[in-house]
Nanobody, 130 residues
């Protein structure tokens, strides 16, 4: 069973940067898809970025150009590098893994939501002050 542990959250002023990490265990690149989600108080959990083979990445429009998702294949760590942070980025951030369906991973555009992913980390809080 895939296990995910996030770290790297914290408090930062608007315009600052943070890098989130997600240590994955029992993860198989050929079987699983990876993504970052976030959930702000009173809002639904939303997909932020996805990562697939060949470093194929997709991003929500709200973070495009500011966030980068990447993976260290040797250490099995998924990263979310966040730049130019805004107060509206304040949320609990979750790393997620899901099974490929017919060999395909969802993108931000094609995902139906958090139901596409079977495994979740405990979350790490990001707070951006103005």
């Amino acid at each position: 069973q895939v296990q995910l542990v996030e770290s790297g959250g914290g408090s930062v002023q608007a315009g600052g940067s943070l890098r989130l990490s997600c240590q994955a265990s029992a993860y198989s690149h050929s079987k699983h898809c990876l993504a970052w989600f976030r959930q702000a108080p009173g809002k639904e959990r939303e997909g932020v970025a996805t990562f697939d083979a060949g470093d194929y990445t997709t991003f929500a429009d709200s973070v495009k150009g500011r966030f980068i998702i990447s993976r260290d294949n040797i250490k099995d760590i998924l990263y979310l590098q966040m730049h130019s942070l805004k107060p509206e980025d304040t949320a609990m951030y979750y790393c997620a893994a899901g099974l490929r369906v017919l060999g395909v991973c969802p993108t931000i555009a094609t995902m139906t939501g958090s139901d596409d992913y079977n495994y979740w980390g405990q979350g790490t809080q990001v707070t951006v002050s103005s």
